[in-house]
T-cell receptor, first 119, second 110 residues
Framework: AQKITQTQPGMFVQEKEAVTLDCTYD???????LFWYKQPSSGEMIFLIY??????QNATEGRYSLNFQKARKSANLVISASQLGDSAMYFC????????????????FGKGTKLSVIP | IAGITQAPTSQILAAGRRMTLRCTQD?????MYWYRQDLGLGLRLIHY???????GKGEVPDGYSVSRANTDDFPLTLASAVPSQTSVYFC?????????FGPGTRLTVL
């Protein structure tokens, strides 16, 4: 069964510093996708970044980048120049084999990492 | 563009009562999902729908039912609520690649 592991229940980072949130995954499917979501204290789930298993380059979205190491099955999120508004829960998730039919697929979530940015 | 809306925002419910959580999306996505989020357990899939007229069971479907009469709406029903269904419920839709989430419904069953 597919599995996502986030080993850091909580992290602290100084404002303006970079931080790496760890994520490892396990799947036997050669085609998969990796996602990071942010959940601030207000509760909504915000999509941040996506990496496909066949993508040659690491994904980047503004201050977010995904350090994808396929052989190690890791997909760490790097946040550069941390801001106070980055304080939130961060979830890594993996999509692999699709359900039958058009467009739906299983998304498996890790248990999350709580990031706190210190002024 | 609203994206995904959920109603109610929060609800306190007596055990044994029937409750329907509403979810509407305006992105014309075929696929929709219902998750529950519990502390320490992350998000777990309850039910999903590939397209209007079809539904399927996720990881934790017991005690819940769904319907998908049209593309936009995907209601989740608790036929007879129990305290273990106290949770935050998220509806999501996808374009085939990324799942986008609604704001959530906080449900407390007493």
């Amino acid at each position: 069964a597919q599995k996502i592991t986030q080993t850091q229940p909580g992290m602290f980072v100084q404002e303006k510093e970079a931080v790496t949130l760890d994520c490892t995954y396990d799947t036997s499917d050669p085609s998969y996708g990796l996602f990071w979501y942010k959940q601030p204290s207000s509760g909504e789930m915000i999509f941040l970044i996506y990496q496909g298993s066949y993508d040659q380059q690491n994904a980047t979205e503004g201050r977010y980048s995904l350090n994808f190491q396929k052989a190690r099955k890791s997909a760490n999120l790097v946040i550069s120049a941390s801001q106070l508004g980055d304080s939130a829960m961060y979830f890594c998730a993996m999509r692999d084999r699709p359900y039958s039919g058009a467009g739906s697929y299983q998304l498996t979530f890790g248990k999350g990492t709580k990031l706190s940015v210190i002024p | 563009i609203a994206g995904i809306t959920q109603a109610p925002t929060s609800q306190i419910l007596a055990a044994g009562r029937r409750m329907t959580l509403r979810c509407t999306q305006d992105m014309r996505h075929n696929a929709m999902y219902w998750y529950r989020q519990d502390l320490g357990l992350g998000l777990r899939l309850i039910h999903y729908s590939n397209t209007a007229g079809t539904t399927g069971k996720g990881e934790v479907p017991d005690g819940y039912s769904v319907s998908r009469a049209n593309t936009d709406d995907f209601p989740l029903t608790l036929a007879s609520a129990v305290p273990s269904q106290t949770s935050v419920y998220f509806c999501a839709s996808s374009d085939g690649y990324t799942q986008y989430f609604g704001p959530g419904t906080r449900l407390t069953v007493l």
